[in-house]
């Protein structure tokens, strides 16, 4: 059995355990870290360095012919930022879009407010009613949430938007809206009207205005 020493845990393991370099002067040749280091140094790394990460991430999208999800005109990301920068405009004039992978919050608007987009499509668990789920992720950043519900991933169509202060969910990892009476009512003040955004959207995907 051929083992190598480990430069991150400094065990010797099999070379199994151990990614193979696929570029450089070591092409062909074990690295000098376990499949298991190079996952807890990535991990460790991308936590610390989250504006990076994402804009890495991205770049590499690209080079593979991805279509970033805030350039694609049919994907809720898209339809998200729409919908959010008309609900804005009414509601905060003169607010700035974040570059794409900014942490913390999508657009900043005058008098300091930051806002964050979360999206959620309907969700189904047995008999219990529909719901909504928005990750929030403890974001303490962020002084409103606009949060919208979609419909589903298919059809693309927004059923409800909800611009909620974040004193509110701010120290939640998520939050769920349910599809009741009771829990519509709960964050009814907070909902903000669709009628003006849904043309809007069906012009970016090319459907037949909405009555």
């Keep these: 059995m051929t083992l190598k020493h480990c430069n991150g845990c400094g065990e010797d393991k099999e070379l199994k355990e151990f990614n193979i370099n696929k570029t450089g002067r070591r092409a062909g040749k074990p690295r000098s870290r376990c499949k ?3 996952s807890i140094q990535s991990s460790d790394w991308k ?8 804009k890495l991430n991205r770049e590499s999208r690209y080079r ?8 694609n005109k049919s994907c809720t990301v898209y339809l998200g930022c729409v919908i959010a920068e008309t609900v804005l405009s009414h ?5 700035v879009r974040m570059p794409y992978g900014n942490p913390d919050y999508d ?3 005058p008098k300091g407010f930051k806002i964050d987009v979360k999206s959620s499509c309907r969700r189904h668990h047995g008999d219990w009613n529909d719901y909504w789920e928005f990750a929030i992720r403890k974001n303490k950043v962020s002084n409103f949430f606009i949060c919208i519900a979609w419909k589903d991933r298919k059809s693309l169509v927004p059923e409800h938007l909800w611009m909620i202060p974040g004193y509110l969910v701010n120290d939640k990892i998520t939050f769920s809206i349910t599809d009741s009476s009771k829990s519509l009512a709960k964050w009814s003040k907070y909902e903000r009207s669709l009628k003006n955004v849904l043309n809007c959207c069906d012009k970016l995907k090319g459907g037949n205005k909405h009555e």
Excluded: I, M, T, W
């Excluded at 936590?47 to 994402?54: C, H, I, L, M, Y």
């Excluded at 593979?64 to 350039?71: E, I």
């Design 64 to 71: 593979h012919g991805v279509k970033p999800a805030v350039d």
């Design 36 to 38: 298991q280091c190079n």
């Design 47 to 54: 936590k610390a360095n989250p504006g990076k990460s994402r």
């Design 91 to 95: 509601e905060f004039p003169g607010f």
């Design 107 to 109: 657009y900043d608007c």
